[in-house]
Protein backbone atom coordinates (compact mmCIF):
# COMPACT_ATOMS: atom_id res chain seq x y z
CA UNK A 1 0.00 0.00 0.00
CA UNK A 2 1.30 3.57 -0.66
CA UNK A 3 0.60 5.83 2.41
CA UNK A 4 1.68 8.91 0.68
CA UNK A 5 -0.26 11.23 -0.65
CA UNK A 6 -0.35 12.32 -4.40
CA UNK A 7 -0.75 15.63 -5.80
CA UNK A 8 -4.68 15.50 -5.56
CA UNK A 9 -4.79 14.47 -2.25
CA UNK A 10 -2.00 17.09 -1.17
CA UNK A 11 -4.40 20.05 -3.02
CA UNK A 12 -7.01 18.44 -1.27
CA UNK A 13 -5.57 18.71 2.20
CA UNK A 14 -4.54 22.10 1.23
CA UNK A 15 -7.84 23.73 0.15
CA UNK A 16 -9.68 21.65 3.37
CA UNK A 17 -7.45 23.65 6.04
CA UNK A 18 -7.68 27.00 4.25
CA UNK A 19 -11.60 26.33 4.16
CA UNK A 20 -12.00 25.44 7.71
CA UNK A 21 -9.74 28.41 8.98
CA UNK A 22 -11.70 30.94 7.18
CA UNK A 23 -15.15 29.09 7.87
CA UNK A 24 -14.60 27.07 11.43
CA UNK A 25 -12.31 29.13 13.47
CA UNK A 26 -13.11 28.50 17.36
CA UNK A 27 -14.93 31.23 18.05
CA UNK A 28 -17.42 29.22 15.41
CA UNK A 29 -17.01 26.21 17.66
CA UNK A 30 -17.92 27.99 20.70
CA UNK A 31 -20.84 29.22 19.18
CA UNK A 32 -22.15 25.99 18.10
CA UNK A 33 -21.33 24.96 21.36
CA UNK A 34 -24.10 27.25 22.82
CA UNK A 35 -26.40 26.08 20.04
CA UNK A 36 -29.59 23.68 20.61
CA UNK A 37 -29.07 22.12 17.16
CA UNK A 38 -24.43 22.19 17.24
CA UNK A 39 -24.63 23.35 14.09
CA UNK A 40 -25.44 25.72 10.67
CA UNK A 41 -27.08 25.10 7.29
CA UNK A 42 -25.01 27.98 5.71
CA UNK A 43 -21.77 26.19 6.49
CA UNK A 44 -23.24 22.77 5.49
CA UNK A 45 -24.38 24.56 1.90
CA UNK A 46 -20.73 25.67 1.46
CA UNK A 47 -19.61 22.37 2.33
CA UNK A 48 -21.76 21.19 -0.32
CA UNK A 49 -20.30 23.42 -2.74
CA UNK A 50 -17.05 22.52 -2.63
CA UNK A 51 -18.17 19.26 -2.80
CA UNK A 52 -16.97 17.31 0.72
CA UNK A 53 -20.75 16.02 1.05
CA UNK A 54 -20.67 13.72 -2.07
CA UNK A 55 -16.77 12.86 -1.94
CA UNK A 56 -17.81 9.26 -2.11
CA UNK A 57 -20.36 9.09 -3.79
CA UNK A 58 -20.73 8.22 -7.61
CA UNK A 59 -21.09 10.77 -10.13
CA UNK A 60 -24.31 9.18 -10.84
CA UNK A 61 -25.70 10.47 -7.79
CA UNK A 62 -24.64 13.99 -7.89
CA UNK A 63 -20.52 12.94 -5.88
CA UNK A 64 -17.16 13.29 -7.10
CA UNK A 65 -16.08 9.82 -7.12
CA UNK A 66 -13.72 9.90 -4.79
CA UNK A 67 -12.60 7.51 -2.55
CA UNK A 68 -12.08 6.72 1.32
CA UNK A 69 -8.26 7.58 1.66
CA UNK A 70 -9.55 11.14 0.25
CA UNK A 71 -12.45 10.82 2.79
CA UNK A 72 -10.12 10.66 5.29
CA UNK A 73 -7.84 13.36 4.85
CA UNK A 74 -11.07 15.40 4.79
CA UNK A 75 -11.66 14.15 8.87
CA UNK A 76 -7.88 14.63 9.48
CA UNK A 77 -8.50 18.49 9.05
CA UNK A 78 -11.81 18.16 10.26
CA UNK A 79 -10.48 17.01 13.75
CA UNK A 80 -7.96 19.55 13.79
CA UNK A 81 -10.04 21.90 13.79
CA UNK A 82 -13.07 20.50 15.48
CA UNK A 83 -15.94 21.19 13.15
CA UNK A 84 -19.23 20.85 14.71
CA UNK A 85 -21.94 19.08 12.52
CA UNK A 86 -22.76 15.42 11.48
CA UNK A 87 -20.72 15.24 8.61
CA UNK A 88 -19.40 11.40 9.25
CA UNK A 89 -22.97 10.38 10.38
CA UNK A 90 -24.69 12.04 6.97
CA UNK A 91 -22.46 10.78 4.72
CA UNK A 92 -21.02 7.42 5.98
CA UNK A 93 -23.99 6.71 8.67
CA UNK A 94 -26.59 7.04 6.34
CA UNK A 95 -25.27 7.72 2.52
CA UNK A 96 -23.22 5.13 2.28
CA UNK A 97 -25.53 2.02 3.40
CA UNK A 98 -28.04 3.95 0.86
CA UNK A 99 -24.96 3.78 -1.51
CA UNK A 100 -24.37 0.11 -0.51
CA UNK A 101 -27.70 -1.53 0.22
CA UNK A 102 -30.74 0.93 -1.14
CA UNK A 103 -32.62 0.36 -3.90
CA UNK A 104 -32.00 2.35 -7.60
CA UNK A 105 -34.84 4.50 -6.40
CA UNK A 106 -33.76 5.55 -2.93
CA UNK A 107 -30.23 6.01 -4.25
CA UNK A 108 -31.66 8.32 -7.06
CA UNK A 109 -34.05 10.40 -4.86
CA UNK A 110 -31.60 10.53 -1.20
CA UNK A 111 -27.70 10.79 -2.27
CA UNK A 112 -28.13 13.21 -5.10
CA UNK A 113 -29.71 15.72 -2.05
CA UNK A 114 -27.22 14.52 -0.21
CA UNK A 115 -24.65 15.42 -1.95
CA UNK A 116 -26.13 18.92 -2.74
CA UNK A 117 -26.78 20.00 1.00
CA UNK A 118 -30.58 19.60 0.84
CA UNK A 119 -30.96 16.97 3.46
CA UNK A 120 -28.59 16.49 6.34
CA UNK A 121 -28.61 12.67 8.31
CA UNK A 122 -27.51 10.88 10.94
CA UNK A 123 -28.00 7.32 12.64
CA UNK A 124 -29.82 6.28 15.99
CA UNK A 125 -28.42 2.55 16.79
CA UNK A 126 -27.38 3.26 20.62
CA UNK A 127 -29.69 2.48 22.93
CA UNK A 128 -29.97 2.33 26.91
CA UNK A 129 -26.52 0.32 27.40
CA UNK A 130 -24.64 2.71 25.23
CA UNK A 131 -22.95 -0.13 23.22
CA UNK A 132 -22.78 -1.15 19.37
CA UNK A 133 -23.90 -4.53 19.17
CA UNK A 134 -26.83 -6.51 18.08
CA UNK A 135 -27.79 -7.49 21.46
CA UNK A 136 -28.63 -3.74 22.50
CA UNK A 137 -31.12 -3.22 19.63
CA UNK A 138 -34.81 -3.59 21.62
CA UNK A 139 -36.70 -0.48 19.63
CA UNK A 140 -39.54 -2.51 17.80
CA UNK A 141 -40.75 -1.98 14.49
CA UNK A 142 -44.28 -4.02 13.77
CA UNK A 143 -45.59 -4.16 10.25
CA UNK A 144 -48.77 -2.98 9.36
CA UNK A 145 -50.17 -2.90 5.63
CA UNK A 146 -47.51 -1.04 3.84
CA UNK A 147 -45.93 0.73 7.08
CA UNK A 148 -43.77 -0.36 9.93
CA UNK A 149 -44.35 0.86 13.45
CA UNK A 150 -41.20 2.24 15.61
CA UNK A 151 -41.72 2.22 19.11
CA UNK A 152 -38.76 3.00 22.03
CA UNK A 153 -36.22 5.17 22.55
CA UNK A 154 -32.66 5.75 21.21
CA UNK A 155 -29.86 7.05 22.66
CA UNK A 156 -27.18 9.21 22.00
CA UNK A 157 -28.24 10.29 18.80
CA UNK A 158 -26.14 12.98 17.25
CA UNK A 159 -27.38 16.31 15.90
CA UNK A 160 -30.99 14.49 16.06
CA UNK A 161 -32.55 18.03 16.65
CA UNK A 162 -31.58 19.60 13.05
CA UNK A 163 -31.25 16.66 10.81
CA UNK A 164 -33.68 15.80 7.91
CA UNK A 165 -33.62 11.90 8.15
CA UNK A 166 -32.67 9.71 11.26
CA UNK A 167 -31.23 5.85 10.15
CA UNK A 168 -32.73 4.03 12.63
CA UNK A 169 -32.04 0.59 13.34
CA UNK A 170 -34.97 -1.28 14.44
CA UNK A 171 -36.05 -4.98 15.71
CA UNK A 172 -38.29 -6.41 13.45
CA UNK A 173 -38.27 -10.58 14.95
CA UNK A 174 -36.69 -12.22 17.64
CA UNK A 175 -34.49 -15.28 17.47
CA UNK A 176 -31.60 -17.02 18.74
CA UNK A 177 -29.19 -14.91 16.36
CA UNK A 178 -29.33 -11.12 17.93
CA UNK A 179 -27.83 -9.92 14.28
CA UNK A 180 -31.03 -11.85 12.77
CA UNK A 181 -34.39 -9.33 13.20
CA UNK A 182 -32.71 -5.96 12.56
CA UNK A 183 -34.21 -3.65 9.92
CA UNK A 184 -32.50 -0.03 8.88
CA UNK A 185 -35.49 2.19 8.68
CA UNK A 186 -34.86 5.92 6.69
CA UNK A 187 -37.60 7.99 8.96
CA UNK A 188 -38.39 11.19 7.79
CA UNK A 189 -38.20 13.82 11.17
CA UNK A 190 -41.22 15.81 9.96
CA UNK A 191 -43.32 12.86 10.98
CA UNK A 192 -45.19 12.49 14.11
CA UNK A 193 -44.04 11.21 17.38
CA UNK A 194 -40.53 11.88 17.17
CA UNK A 195 -39.49 13.46 20.30
CA UNK A 196 -35.46 14.62 20.66
CA UNK A 197 -34.21 15.55 24.19
CA UNK A 198 -30.91 16.87 24.12
CA UNK A 199 -28.39 14.92 26.25
CA UNK A 200 -25.66 17.01 28.52
CA UNK A 201 -22.29 15.04 27.68
CA UNK A 202 -18.79 15.67 27.75
CA UNK A 203 -17.82 17.05 24.58
CA UNK A 204 -20.16 19.63 23.91
CA UNK A 205 -18.79 20.30 20.64
CA UNK A 206 -20.73 17.79 19.02
CA UNK A 207 -24.83 17.45 19.89
CA UNK A 208 -26.56 14.15 20.94
CA UNK A 209 -30.02 13.87 21.82
CA UNK A 210 -32.16 11.14 23.20
CA UNK A 211 -34.76 10.60 20.48
CA UNK A 212 -38.53 9.20 21.28
CA UNK A 213 -40.35 7.22 18.41
CA UNK A 214 -43.37 7.02 19.66
CA UNK A 215 -45.74 5.01 17.51
CA UNK A 216 -43.56 6.60 14.76
CA UNK A 217 -45.37 5.21 10.62
CA UNK A 218 -42.27 4.63 8.57
CA UNK A 219 -43.25 3.72 4.62
CA UNK A 220 -41.87 -0.22 3.60
CA UNK A 221 -40.32 1.49 0.51
CA UNK A 222 -38.06 3.84 3.06
CA UNK A 223 -36.23 0.46 4.80
CA UNK A 224 -32.52 0.62 3.76
CA UNK A 225 -31.68 -3.00 2.36
CA UNK A 226 -34.00 -6.61 3.22
CA UNK A 227 -36.11 -6.64 6.35
CA UNK A 228 -34.38 -8.34 9.14
CA UNK A 229 -30.81 -8.37 7.76
CA UNK A 230 -30.07 -4.64 8.65
CA UNK A 231 -26.97 -5.64 11.00
CA UNK A 232 -24.36 -6.58 8.53
CA UNK A 233 -25.07 -2.93 6.62
CA UNK A 234 -24.85 -1.69 9.89
CA UNK A 235 -22.05 -3.24 10.56
CA UNK A 236 -19.84 -1.90 7.88
CA UNK A 237 -20.78 1.49 8.35
CA UNK A 238 -19.44 1.47 11.73
CA UNK A 239 -16.07 0.10 10.27
CA UNK A 240 -16.02 3.18 7.82
CA UNK A 241 -17.18 5.81 10.65
CA UNK A 242 -14.43 4.25 12.83
CA UNK A 243 -11.33 4.39 10.86
CA UNK A 244 -12.58 7.94 9.80
CA UNK A 245 -12.52 9.15 13.94
CA UNK A 246 -9.37 7.77 13.53
CA UNK A 247 -8.35 10.64 11.30
CA UNK A 248 -10.17 13.02 13.28
CA UNK A 249 -8.19 11.98 16.09
CA UNK A 250 -5.09 12.27 14.85
CA UNK A 251 -6.08 15.72 12.97
CA UNK A 252 -7.00 17.27 16.43
CA UNK A 253 -3.44 15.56 18.27
CA UNK A 254 -1.37 16.83 15.69
CA UNK A 255 -2.95 20.68 16.33
CA UNK A 256 -2.58 19.80 20.48
CA UNK A 257 1.15 19.13 19.30
CA UNK A 258 1.79 21.99 16.98
CA UNK A 259 -0.24 24.61 20.30
CA UNK A 260 1.79 22.95 22.95
CA UNK A 261 5.16 23.29 21.22
CA UNK A 262 4.57 26.90 19.83
CA UNK A 263 3.67 28.11 23.63
CA UNK A 264 6.96 26.00 24.99
CA UNK A 265 9.12 28.14 22.62
CA UNK A 266 7.64 31.60 24.17
CA UNK A 267 6.80 30.46 27.63
CA UNK A 268 9.33 32.49 29.89
CA UNK A 269 10.16 30.37 33.20
CA UNK A 270 13.40 31.39 35.50
CA UNK A 271 14.77 33.49 31.93
CA UNK A 272 14.03 31.02 29.79
CA UNK A 273 11.78 29.39 27.09
CA UNK A 274 10.20 26.59 28.91
CA UNK A 275 11.30 24.55 25.90
CA UNK A 276 14.72 24.83 26.37
CA UNK A 277 14.09 22.21 29.43
CA UNK A 278 14.83 18.34 29.31
CA UNK A 279 11.45 17.41 30.47
CA UNK A 280 9.26 19.43 28.25
CA UNK A 281 11.76 18.17 25.29
CA UNK A 282 10.99 14.70 26.06
CA UNK A 283 7.12 15.14 26.45
CA UNK A 284 7.17 16.66 23.12
CA UNK A 285 9.22 14.32 21.60
CA UNK A 286 6.77 11.57 23.03
CA UNK A 287 3.94 13.85 21.85
CA UNK A 288 5.41 13.47 18.41
CA UNK A 289 6.17 9.65 18.08
CA UNK A 290 2.82 8.87 19.02
CA UNK A 291 0.94 11.11 16.50
CA UNK A 292 3.23 9.38 14.06
CA UNK A 293 3.01 6.03 14.59
CA UNK A 294 -1.03 6.70 15.26
CA UNK A 295 -0.33 8.20 11.46
CA UNK A 296 0.67 4.78 10.22
CA UNK A 297 -1.90 2.90 12.56
CA UNK A 298 -4.86 5.26 10.50
CA UNK A 299 -3.70 5.64 6.59
CA UNK A 300 -3.24 1.76 7.02
CA UNK A 301 -6.92 1.13 8.12
CA UNK A 302 -8.28 3.97 5.68
CA UNK A 303 -5.99 2.49 2.64
CA UNK A 304 -7.33 -0.93 3.55
CA UNK A 305 -10.71 0.07 3.42
CA UNK A 306 -10.03 1.94 0.33
CA UNK A 307 -8.88 -1.69 -1.09
CA UNK A 308 -11.73 -3.62 0.11
CA UNK A 309 -9.27 -5.74 2.23
CA UNK A 310 -9.94 -8.53 4.33
CA UNK A 311 -7.68 -7.08 6.64
CA UNK A 312 -10.01 -3.92 7.44
CA UNK A 313 -11.51 -4.80 10.45
CA UNK A 314 -8.17 -5.85 12.28
CA UNK A 315 -6.39 -2.70 10.59
CA UNK A 316 -9.42 -0.22 11.88
CA UNK A 317 -9.02 -1.91 15.63
CA UNK A 318 -5.84 -1.59 15.18
CA UNK A 319 -5.97 1.96 14.68
CA UNK A 320 -9.05 2.84 16.87
CA UNK A 321 -7.01 1.64 19.76
CA UNK A 322 -3.76 3.39 19.71
CA UNK A 323 -5.51 6.36 17.98
CA UNK A 324 -7.88 6.56 20.83
CA UNK A 325 -5.07 6.25 23.90
CA UNK A 326 -2.59 8.55 21.93
CA UNK A 327 -5.56 11.03 21.79
CA UNK A 328 -5.56 11.40 25.44
CA UNK A 329 -2.35 10.98 26.12
CA UNK A 330 -1.09 13.75 23.37
CA UNK A 331 -3.93 16.02 25.03
CA UNK A 332 -3.01 15.36 28.77
CA UNK A 333 0.64 16.22 28.22
CA UNK A 334 -0.47 19.53 26.26
CA UNK A 335 -2.26 20.34 28.98
CA UNK A 336 0.86 19.48 31.53
CA UNK A 337 2.91 21.78 29.46
CA UNK A 338 0.51 24.59 29.23
CA UNK A 339 0.19 24.82 33.15
CA UNK A 340 -2.78 26.40 34.64
CA UNK A 341 -4.78 28.30 31.63
CA UNK A 342 -4.55 25.07 29.66
CA UNK A 343 -7.96 24.16 30.95
CA UNK A 344 -9.21 27.35 31.37
CA UNK A 345 -12.70 28.29 29.80
CA UNK A 346 -10.41 30.57 27.54
CA UNK A 347 -8.12 28.48 26.12
CA UNK A 348 -9.03 26.28 23.72
CA UNK A 349 -6.47 22.95 24.88
CA UNK A 350 -9.81 21.69 26.74
CA UNK A 351 -12.23 21.28 24.03
CA UNK A 352 -9.61 18.88 22.34
CA UNK A 353 -8.92 17.38 25.97
CA UNK A 354 -12.88 16.41 25.81
CA UNK A 355 -13.20 15.41 22.38
CA UNK A 356 -10.34 12.87 22.78
CA UNK A 357 -12.69 11.21 24.88
CA UNK A 358 -15.62 11.28 23.19
CA UNK A 359 -13.74 10.44 20.32
CA UNK A 360 -11.96 7.70 22.40
CA UNK A 361 -15.27 6.08 23.50
CA UNK A 362 -17.13 6.30 20.77
CA UNK A 363 -17.75 2.62 18.19
CA UNK A 364 -15.61 1.12 21.18
CA UNK A 365 -12.73 2.41 23.04
CA UNK A 366 -9.23 1.32 22.90
CA UNK A 367 -9.81 -1.62 25.10
CA UNK A 368 -13.01 -2.96 22.89
CA UNK A 369 -10.56 -2.66 20.49
CA UNK A 370 -8.27 -4.49 21.93
CA UNK A 371 -10.32 -7.60 23.29
CA UNK A 372 -11.45 -7.56 18.98
CA UNK A 373 -8.03 -8.07 18.52
CA UNK A 374 -7.05 -10.68 20.51
CA UNK A 375 -10.09 -12.84 19.54
CA UNK A 376 -8.65 -12.97 16.18
CA UNK A 377 -5.53 -14.74 17.01
CA UNK A 378 -5.43 -18.28 17.83
Request: with cysteine.
Amino acid sequence: MEFSLNEEQEMLKTMARDFLENECPKTFVREMMEDEVGFTRELWKKMAEVGWLGLVFPEEYGGAGMNFRDFSILCEEMGRALLPGPFIPTVLLAGLPILEAGTEEQKQELLPRIASGDIICTLAALEEDGDFWPQAVQVKATERGNDFILDGTKYFVPYAKGVDYILVAARTRRSADPEDGITLFMVDTSEWGIYASPLVTMDQTRKQFDVIFNRVAVPASNIIGEVHRGWPILKQAALKATSALCAEMLGGGEWVLETTVSYAKERIAFGVPIGSFQAIKHKCADMFSGLEYARSLMEWSAEAIKENNRASPRAVSMAKSYCGDVYKYVCGEGIQIHGGIGFTWDHDMHLYFKRSRADDTLFGDANHHRELLASTFD
